[in-house]
């Protein structure tokens, strides 16, 4: 799966690409590190049990275990990955040349490329935007509270999808990774992931608040450079 435009870059341009991201990558980790922390102090401070919740994670373990039991929905994965290339490069002011899907894989060929485009499919998880758009536009007409377990049991369902299938593809060779640099893919990928649960975690717990979360990474990330700083300039 992967999505292209033309022309490509030379091979040097490309070497020099993929080195500049390997560095990039590498002075971006102290914030995956202090955002791990905070996800895990994130997690540890979620109080008692709620029903969303409960429907969340439901929905969540029935998607998990249709995956390993029955089968992998694997033409649908890969209609929402193509569909999240191309909104990718149409909101990056590409046009979509081509768009094709099959079984064994499938691809989004257009007039733009770059990061955001190659790696949209594994930073938004396509069938969760759907679902909460969705829900969110039948609020403005309907009252849907009664459904909000139904609402949050989806939300769970589809998230688990996009985890359990992003976690498959990267351990693949991927051109969508390759062309950036597999190292700052990577990087970029699990950095995005990590705040998208704990984003919903938030939403599914309201006394949590997210921007808890990103204060908190913040604060451990900076005490990371500063002590790296320290060791580097220091007499």
Known sequence: MASNASPRRGSSAGVLKRWL?????????PVLAGYTVAFVHFLASIPTVTAAQLAFLLGATVYLSLHTIIGKPLKLYVFGHELMHAVAMWCSGGQVKAFKVSAKGGSVSGTKTGLFIALAPYLIPTFSVVVTVGYLVAGWFWDVRSYAPWFYGLLGGTLAFHLAFTGEFVKTRQPDLIESGRLLSLTLIYWTNLALVALTVALVTPPMQFWHYLADGY??????????????FSA
Do not use: K, N
């Open 219 to 232: 604060a451990h990330s900076a005490g990371l450079y500063a002590a790296i700083a320290r060791q580097l």
């Open 21 to 29: 991201g390997v560095l990039v990558a590498l002075a971006l980790w």
